[in-house]
């Protein structure tokens, strides 16, 4: 399966984006799909991540309550929409698919065998 992330940009904190991430050559439904962000120095980690249709969401600690993962299987998209961004918000963002995503690797981008180009997100205070 081949990922597209976009939605990215410059939004002051506060403020709201929407990422989407299309995917391409699968289904998605059969699919747990989840986003990692990575900020300049440091480590690629966990965001949110839906681990089937219609099943359960889990997210990070620091974005619970602000984001939300949704899907569209008819378009075969993957959404994550992130509400009073913070500037410790600003990295790259990358949306990443796994099958048979176990619930104890759901935080582990090792997870996941199939990753996107990243999208920038960068909210100014």
């Known amino acids: 399966v081949q990922l597209q992330a976009s939605g990215g940009g410059l939004v002051q904190a506060g403020g709201s984006l929407r990422l989407s991430c299309a995917a391409s050559?699968?289904?998605?439904?059969?699919?747990?799909m989840g986003w990692f962000r990575q900020a300049p120095g440091k480590e690629r980690e966990f965001v949110a991540v839906?681990?089937?249709?219609?099943?359960?969401?889990y997210y990070a600690n620091s974005v619970k309550g602000r984001f939300a993962i949704s899907r569209d299987n008819a378009k075969n998209t993957v959404y994550l929409q992130m509400n009073s961004l913070k500037p410790g918000d600003t990295a790259v963002y990358y949306c990443?698919?796994?099958?048979?995503?176990?619930?104890?690797?759901?935080?582990?981008?090792?997870?996941?065998?199939?990753w996107g180009p990243g999208t920038q997100v960068t909210v100014s205070s």
């Open positions: 990443a698919a796994a099958k048979g995503l176990i619930l104890s690797s759901i935080r582990e981008s090792s997870g996941y065998g199939y």
């Open positions: 050559g699968r289904t998605l439904s059969s699919y747990s």
């Open positions: 839906n681990r089937l249709s219609g099943s359960a969401s």
